[in-house]
């Protein structure tokens, strides 16, 4: 039986943003490693993973941890955890993603945390330039001309 934690990362393995769109729910929550508040809503997190999908290079997913979890909401839900291996900007990185599932089966939440340091720096910036080119936030301030 294929779960949605497979057809999801079929969908990541082979760059397919459509084949992502129904795996979400609508009011999905994206908790990203280099910003505070999370993405919300699947118009946003379609983008952002528009943005991830062309900002990874080699990217792999390395194992998965099936089980469940807390929720931001305080309730437990069916989860996965997908270990992940790839390179930004040269940079290695190590990563997880943690799904949790609504009961109809879609991903409600997602959760990204890689290390190391130097590399979610490195990710942090693209993805922000990769969303501002896209239209999704605003483009960061620049220096001040003179």
Do not use: C, N, W
Not at 105 to 120: D, N, Y
């Amino acid at each position: 039986m294929t779960t949605t934690a497979d057809r999801f990362r079929a969908a990541v393995e082979r760059r397919d943003l459509t084949a992502l769109d129904d795996l979400f729910t609508d009011d999905i929550r994206f908790y990203s490693p280099v910003k505070f508040s999370p993405f919300e809503g699947r118009p946003m997190v379609l983008g952002l993973f528009g943005v991830l999908l062309r900002t990874f290079e080699d990217f792999r997913y390395i194992g998965r941890h099936t089980g469940s979890a807390e929720t931001s909401g305080g309730t437990t839900a069916p989860s996965e955890v997908l270990l992940f291996r790839a390179a930004v900007g040269g940079r290695q990185i190590h990563g997880v993603d943690l799904l949790h599932f609504h009961e109809d089966g879609r991903i409600k939440e997602f959760t990204v945390m890689v290390r190391p340091q130097s590399a979610v720096q490195v990710l942090g910036e693209a993805v922000l330039a990769g969303l501002a080119a896209d239209g999704l936030v605003p483009a960061p301030a620049g220096p001040a001309a003179g």
